[in-house]
């Protein structure tokens, strides 16, 4: 299903309860099941279901919000996964991998720590998890644990236990006195696992070099693995063997980094994508759409902001954060206001605010009047939001955009006819206030949409002082 969307099942065609003695009875009981023993999963997706009845069927409505992603799903008449979730973006768009590399992974795919999806989306390309791999072969190392092992070495300095038997035969002929052979105990890395993580930091560096065309991010990526495996190159890299990674996992008082780098090991070695649409097995994985929205349209502002010579201050990194001061402290309620975006040119504040709403392309079907009281609500607060947050800014021309997304052939139909930015202005004491709402693609590139939006800041006129 799509985010944002609702979708209705027969609980009687999904349990095949259709040959039973009363269909409806049974498929009532497994959808109450279904649902208790799923509802974390379901959570973890921003996903609701409820069972209902129409008289002749028993369904389940499912009702998708803003995350997406593939989750497995318990079956109620096996207890196993025999079932999976996906759910995608309600927008098309041209798939998570060029849009991440677009956006130079300001916001990633959360995996999952579920079992793994009977399908995989194979049209996500393999670098799409390397972030996330890599990072958790970091703190793996970071985090991996010495111990001791039997080590036999030859020495100037007797240690341990001195094998004299070959001292005699084989050293003191050649009249190395001072060669040792001793066996003892030494603290050291662990040397098995370093090299399963070399032979999987050097399989993802081999996929990353095959994918180096995909822009600057993928180059950064590389050098990141090179420095892992420079952390690695005293061991020998080795593929683990058949169970080898579980033994590993079973070791009790382990931490989150060993447990989550060891995954990212097994999830290398059988070249796991992520979960989705495919025939081959895949990692469960999330993300909230919201979030994503907001990083891509960053990216499409960041590139306004280097056509217009202006400085961008970012939600995301808290840098456009105003703090509210209640009085008395303790009966306040909002604390702060932290608009998505702030772009300051010479005379002129822009504050950015995304919306992960279908609000554009709906209005575009009818007029104001036409559209449902629920969407109207919501507008008039996104509005007044965004007006809210002119006061965070000294500058004469403040421009207050609401964003929201919408297709790339929506898009494409309003720069042909003109239409791409509803505008208004708001006369306020020696200053102007000026609200456009606009919408970007969810796809494309970011530099032709924010060439766009560069134009029109250009056009706005500074105000002339009376």
């Not at 049209?123 to 890599?134: E, F, K």
């Not at 006195?177 to 081999?206: M, N, S, Y």
């Not at 780098?261 to 999830?267: E, I, K, R």
């Not at 303790?330 to 609000?359: C, F, M, N, W």
Request: aromatic fraction near 8%.
């Amino acid at each position: 299903m799509q985010d944002h969307s609702r979708v209705t099942k027969s609980a009687i065609e999904l349990f095949g309860s259709k040959n039973s003695a009363d269909p409806q009875a049974q498929a009532a009981r497994l959808s109450e099941l279904f649902i208790r023993q799923n509802l974390p999963i379901f959570q973890l997706l921003q996903v609701d279901v409820q069972r209902d009845f129409d008289g002749s069927d028993v369904l389940l409505k499912i009702e998708s919000h803003s995350a997406v992603g593939a989750v497995p799903l318990r079956s109620p008449l096996t207890s196993k996964n025999d079932f999976g979730l996906v759910v995608q973006p309600r927008f098309p768009w041209a798939g998570i991998g060029p849009m991440l590399a677009e956006m130079g992974w300001l916001i990633s795919p959360t995996p999952l720590k579920l079992p793994l999806l009977k399908r995989s989306e194979r049209r996500v390309p393999l670098w799409v998890l390397s972030y996330m791999v890599l990072t958790r072969f970091k703190a793996l190392l970071d985090k991996l644990e010495r111990r001791f092992e039997v080590t036999k070495e030859t020495r100037s300095s007797p240690r341990g236990r001195i094998e004299w038997s070959e001292y005699v035969t084989r050293e003191m002929p050649r009249g190395r006195f001072l060669a040792v052979p001793c066996t003892f105990p030494d603290l050291r890395d662990d040397r098995l696992l370093k090299g399963a993580i070399r032979f999987a930091v050097e399989k993802q560096l081999r996929s990353l070099e095959t994918q180096s065309g995909q822009g600057a991010f993928v180059h950064r990526l590389i050098a990141f693995a090179e420095a892992l495996l420079q952390r690695v190159r005293d061991v020998a890299g080795r593929r683990p063997g058949v169970g080898e990674v579980q033994n590993w996992l079973r070791r009790p008082l382990r931490a989150d980094a060993f447990l989550e780098g060891l995954q990212a090991v097994d999830w290398t070695i059988d070249e796991r994508g992520l979960a989705g649409s495919s025939d081959l097995e895949g990692i469960p994985w999330t993300m909230p759409m919201e979030q994503f929205f907001e990083a891509w349209v960053e990216t499409i502002v960041r590139s306004v902001a280097q056509r217009t010579g202006g400085v961008l201050r970012t939600g995301r990194k808290r840098e456009t954060v105003s703090p509210i001061a209640w009085d008395p402290p303790y009966v306040g309620s909002q604390r702060s206001l932290v608009p998505d975006l702030i772009l300051e040119t010479e005379d002129t504040a822009i504050i950015v605010d995304a919306k992960y709403k279908r609000h554009w392309e709906e209005m575009q079907v009818g007029d104001w009047r036409g559209q449902s009281e629920e969407l109207r609500e919501e507008h008039r607060a996104d509005v007044l939001q965004v007006l809210a947050y002119a006061n965070m800014v000294s500058a004469r021309e403040v421009v207050c955009c609401l964003v929201y997304p919408c297709a790339m052939t929506t898009w494409a139909s309003l720069v042909r006819r003109g239409r791409l930015f509803h505008q208004s202005e708001l006369p306020n004491r020696g200053r102007r206030v000026r609200l456009w709402l606009t919408a970007v693609p969810m796809s494309g590139v970011a530099e032709e949409v924010g060439a766009k939006l560069a134009e029109q800041i250009r056009d706005v006129k500074p105000m002339m002082l009376v």
